[in-house]
């Protein structure tokens, strides 16, 4: 499994507000031998205390809240250069479970909580660039639901893969036109809200449409401008511009 590069983690951050010298050491510092654990690990649990941010190095996972019947409610990927537990508020409880999809590595990131705890006073450009990943994450949650709620199924399945290779392009772990895919058509059908049988058929269509495929462990992109037209997902990367 590939694993971020703090050059890589640097420069998305720098992207989103230029870091500076001391900041980006800091952001450097951060990327190190991660703890491993197996998928299925549940990394965060809903309703315990989050004691501080870790970085997702290598690896999938996902947020996501289970019912007593086991049926389970996904509400965003988490991909390698996120941070787990990024919050602001006073002794926070986790909202959902973050679990591993596929198995990861995670690195603490308890230095940046003094950035986000001092409001800008302390590493105000960093400050300003966690700021922004955070309302990246609620935009893409907000992303998500009209996904759900209003996508047909070729939609869903367009600007998911859309976004996620815009996600690992961020950090340098994708191919111009092709990125990994560890995701099964079965957790895809979660993610997506569709039945297996759904989400195999939505995959042929695609294929022979010539706009995507995914086989092998592997998305490839075959027409992304087609995809983007196809799912309105410009109008979510302006919304995202905008927001910056």
């Known amino acids: 499994m590939k694993e971020i590069t703090s050059e890589n983690l640097v420069r998305r951050l720098s992207a989103l507000c230029p870091l500076g010298e001391a900041e980006a050491r800091l952001v450097n510092d951060l990327v190190r031998p991660g703890a491993p654990h ?3 690990s549940v990394l965060l649990q809903q309703g315990d205390q989050v004691l501080g941010p870790r970085l997702l190095t290598s690896g999938w996972a996902w947020r996501t809240r289970a019912l007593p ?3 389970r409610q996904v509400f965003a990927l988490v991909l390698p250069g ?3 537990g990024l919050c602001w508020r006073p002794q926070p409880r986790a ?3 973050t679990v591993a999809v596929t198995s ?3 690195c603490d990131a308890s230095p940046l909580a003094e950035t986000m705890t001092a409001g800008g006073a302390v590493n105000p450009a960093l400050w300003e660039a966690l700021t922004l990943v955070s309302r990246h994450d609620e935009m893409r949650l907000l992303d998500h639901v009209v996904r759900l709620g209003q996508q047909t199924a070729v939609e869903r399945l367009a600007t998911l893969m859309l976004e996620i290779h815009d996600r690992l392009g961020a950090v340098g772990m994708a191919e111009a036109d092709s990125f990994d895919m ?3 058509n079965e957790q895809l059908a979660s993610m997506l809200g569709l039945s297996l049988v759904h989400v195999n058929r939505t995959l042929q269509q695609l294929r022979r449409e010539g706009l995507a495929d995914i086989r092998d462990g592997k998305a490839v992109l075959l027409s992304p401008d087609r995809m983007r037209s196809l799912s309105s997902y410009e109008a979510s990367a302006r919304s995202y511009a905008e927001a910056v």
């Open 82 to 84: 996120d941070l787990i």
């Open 104 to 106: 990861v590595q995670t």
């Open 182 to 184: 560890p995701l099964t």
């Open 95 to 97: 909202l959902s479970s």
């Open 69 to 71: 019947t086991g049926r």
């Open 38 to 40: 197996a998928a299925g």
